[in-house]
């Protein structure tokens, strides 16, 4: 009797797999009924159609079951919590396959349960499952029915499911290193990936990993390991799952794209107050014939100098000169409040060049700092240092021999000194490169953005308005 219960229960999930007409299905040959304390062998035959690559097959069992693997076709398998799953870093070639494993029940078991399973795989780049056909299980006299809900599969908790199975069951991280001269080294399959890191302003970089795949696919992850206090976000993932915890920054490819190029970027932002030479490590882990294979992108090392810049003006220093009583003064008494600046101000700070002499300041004739008008659309400037202390321009004309307009900006704790507004990027790198060539006493000048009048990253500023850093 138990044979024939169990041969409609194939016959009948089968026929529910072909009137969905999906071509990706899987059904369990498993009993409706089985006694405490006893065990059976349980078939799953998954009908993958075209599908290759990674996939996971996870079957919720009730409370009171264990499985035990016994065929795996090629997949690593676990079982914990109630769910037994067979992971494959590449599904087994044929059309149709099974697996199967031994289901044990406890001997205090008892009450009628339901069962689910779930097929998660890539197919054309997309996170796709496919379900089981409901079914129940009973135990001994099944007088009592349990509920075992499973809720339904979410898109985005599947693809963080997926990419957390394959990290464990493929390639798992390494450890994390600071090592600043390790070299980078391509990978069996002529695989290599390089890194770059631009800084975009005294907290924040971008990082920028291309990686040459050639023709690979499948899986894949990015590593990059991260300075202490350093925290990531991501910019561009490329079809990746994108991850950060503690000091390892992670993208994850279930199925590379098939573009032999791959690129993601990431904002790298430094705890406050960081300072010194700080190293990113990191490498590519791909699989090659179903063997985990390594392509190391190696160190890349960068500089940031925040405690110069807390120290540009010290607590205790106050400016040393006043303007004349008939200038718009930029003391820290005054520059908090907003300046009414004239058109031929504003035409000077936007237009005008740095003047060329920087050993001679003009100490009698100083230039009113002032505050612009509202922003609108992606603008430029030049910030020309930063500090704890708002000062005039008595301050800049001895400290730093620049008697020029300057605006200022609260951001962060800091009080930042900018100068010129730019509806290009050029006009604003070639404004940064004369107060360069002008000898001026900045602690390194550099380019900033906006959008609407709020600071955001110059790629991002060029990305909006549609330039280019060469333009």
Avoid: C
Wanted: proline content about 7%; cysteine-free; overall charge negative.
């Amino acid at each position: 009797m138990i044979k024939l219960f169990t041969l409609f229960n194939v016959v009948g999930l089968f026929l529910f797999n072909m009137l969905l007409g999906s071509d990706v299905s899987i059904v369990q040959n498993m009993p409706e009924r089985i006694d405490p304390g006893t065990e059976v062998r349980v078939t799953v035959t998954v009908t993958k159609a075209q599908i290759s690559g990674f996939a996971k097959l996870q079957i919720d069992l009730p409370p009171g079951f264990t499985a035990t693997a016994i065929d795996t076709r090629g997949a690593s398998f676990t079982f914990a919590d109630g769910k037994a799953k067979f992971i494959w870093m590449a599904l087994p070639t044929q059309s149709s396959f099974k697996v199967s494993y031994t289901l044990s029940a406890d001997a205090d078991a008892n009450g009628t349960f339901p069962v689910t399973a779930r097929l998660s795989y890539i197919e054309d780049n997309e996170r796709k499952t496919a379900d089981m056909a409901p079914a129940t299980i009973t135990v001994g006299s099944g007088t009592a029915v349990a509920s075992n809900p499973v809720p339904a599969p979410d898109a985005a908790s599947n693809a963080m499911d997926l990419a957390s199975a394959a990290e464990t069951g493929m390639i798992p991280d390494v450890a994390v290193t600071d090592t600043p001269d390790l070299p980078s080294q391509k990978g069996p399959g002529d695989v290599s990936a390089t890194r770059t890191i631009t800084a975009v302003s005294n907290t924040e970089l971008l990082v920028e990993v291309t990686v040459q795949k050639g023709l690979l696919r499948g899986f894949g992850k990015l590593q990059e390991n991260l300075p202490e206090g350093f925290t990531a976000v991501v910019k561009e993932e490329d079809d990746a799952i994108f991850s950060t915890k503690d000091r390892i920054a992670k993208f994850v490819w279930l199925n590379l794209p098939s573009k032999s190029e791959i690129k993601v970027s990431y904002r790298l932002l430094a705890p406050t107050g960081a300072s010194g030479t700080f190293t990113v490590n990191g490498e590519f882990g791909y699989l090659l014939n179903d063997l985990t294979q390594r392509a190391v992108v190696g160190s890349t090392s960068f500089t940031l100098d925040s405690e110069a810049m807390a120290a540009e003006i010290p607590p205790t220093q106050q400016p040393e000169a006043t303007p004349p009583a008939n200038q718009q003064t930029g003391t820290s008494q005054e520059a908090a409040k907003p300046a009414v600046t004239s058109p031929t101000t504003n035409a000077q700070s936007q237009e005008g060049a740095p003047k060329q002499n920087g050993t001679t300041a003009q100490a009698t004739t100083p230039k009113a700092s002032s505050t612009p008008a509202p922003e609108s659309g992606i603008t430029f400037k030049v910030q020309i240092t930063a500090a704890h202390r708002e000062v005039g321009q008595a301050y800049f004309i001895q400290r730093h021999r620049y008697d020029g307009p300057f605006s200022i900006e609260h951001n962060d704790g800091w009080i930042k000194y900018v100068t010129g507004m730019f509806d290009r990027y050029r006009s604003a790198r070639d404004q940064r490169q004369a107060y360069l060539d002008a000898n001026y006493n900045f602690p390194g000048p550099f380019v900033t953005a906006y959008n609407n009048g709020e600071r955001i990253t110059v790629q991002e500023a060029l990305m909006i308005a549609k330039q280019s850093s060469v333009q």
